[in-house]
């Protein structure tokens, strides 16, 4: 151990004998992990304190904007001028992150399972 190491470990254990870390929001509750095993690993410290400051890199804001405008269209009856509107946004946001190499395939699993849905009942 290096003697900075040394230095930050005995303050690290003379602040928990003070009880300095007693108080602590989420103290005594297990830690909520993100998974970031999609995010490539030499990006991953960079993304996660880019995620506590607030911010999120453009694919991941675009894909929670898409995830929203998704969940604004099943609400939307087709008939509606709003849901060509949702619909053509949220098309621009597919075609952007195919285009960035993401998957959008969490976009499409209520439509693959309407798909299903209908066969089996055409099939009956």
């Known amino acids: 151990m290096s ?43 960079g993304y996660r304190l880019l995620k506590n400051a607030g911010y999120l890199p453009t694919e991941l804001q675009d894909r929670k904007d898409a995830l929203r405008l998704a969940d604004l269209l099943r609400g939307v009856a087709e008939e509606d001028s709003q849901h060509q509107v949702i619909s053509a946004r949220l098309r621009l946001l597919e075609i952007k992150l195919q285009q960035a190499g993401m998957s959008t395939d969490f976009l499409h699993h209520g439509y693959q399972q309407r798909l299903q849905q209908h066969f089996q009942a055409a099939g009956k």
């Open 3 to 45: 003697l900075v190491d040394e230095w930050a470990e005995r303050h690290i254990q003379q602040a928990q004998r003070h009880g300095e870390f007693d108080n602590l929001p989420g103290y005594g509750k297990p830690l909520a992990l993100d998974d970031d095993s999609a995010v490539p690993e030499d990006l991953r410290v």
